[in-house]
């Protein structure tokens, strides 16, 4: 059984650049959660896709945006980079319980580490 | 809404001794929590989780408290290794229960 995959580990971009950073998810798992980590801080939720679709959104602009693929890994796409978006983005994914798909057991990635200069 | 936090940044224990993560939250109606520990380099890792119907859960040399009237949760992690040297958070399910609300986190180090 292969966990979460992230890529890349790290990345530095320019303000106003665009970046994709890109996630398979852990075998069995069909919902794939996104966060920010800045330095010294709690992972903050960014959105979650389920089936395809964007399944749920934290307090982020449009500017983030993201994919779900068939296969069930998943991009986030960051628009008009911003100093701020410096962060360990983490890639989380898990299995549908039932009705909605849960926040509950979460299997995180090692993360992408950007850097906006 | 939902928020979480440490009562610590950072614990410093010696080898061998017990240690104790404190967390509190805010929303009375939360209703399951979650220990994450995060090491260095790595993305959080799953240790113990805890339903609001019960008030103690053991794992592994961790066991999880849970005080629903003070609103309150601790993490004690038995007979400290260096290994458990990370930084630990606690989280719960936000409205909706799509996202995971983390608070700060408190750094355990061990000393030898």
């Known amino acids: 059984e292969t966990g979460v995959t992230q890529s890349p580990t790290h990345l530095i971009k320019t303000r106003g650049q665009q970046v994709t950073l890109r996630c398979s998810s852990q075998s069995g798992h069909n919902t794939v959660s996104w966060y920010q980590q800045a330095l010294g801080q709690g992972p903050q939720f960014i959105f979650q896709y389920y089936r395809e679709e964007e399944n749920g959104r934290g307090n982020f602009p449009p500017r983030f945006s993201g994919l779900q693929f068939p296969n069930y890994s998943s991009e986030l796409n960051v628009n008009a980079l911003e100093l701020d978006d410096s962060a360990l983005y983490l890639c989380?994914?898990?299995?549908?319980?039932?009705?909605?798909?849960?926040?509950?057991?979460?299997?995180f990635g090692a993360g992408s580490r950007l850097t906006v200069l | 809404g939902e928020s979480v936090g440490l009562h610590l940044p950072t614990l410093s224990v010696q080898e061998g001794d017990n240690s104790i993560i404190n967390c509190a939250y805010s929303?009375?109606?939360?209703?399951?929590f979650i220990w994450y520990k995060q090491e260095s380099g790595k993305g959080p890792q799953f240790i113990i989780d805890i339903r609001s119907n019960m008030d103690k859960r053991q794992g592994q040399r961790v066991t999880v408290l849970l005080n629903k009237t003070v609103k309150h949760l601790s993490l004690q992690i038995a007979a400290t290794q260096p290994g458990d040297s990370a930084v630990y958070f606690c989280a719960t399910p936000g409205a909706g229960r799509r996202a995971l609300t983390f608070g700060s986190g408190t750094r355990l180090q061990v000393q030898p």
């Open positions: 929303n009375s109606a939360s209703d399951y």
């Open positions: 989380a994914s898990s299995a549908q319980q039932g009705g909605a798909a849960g926040a509950n057991v979460l299997t």
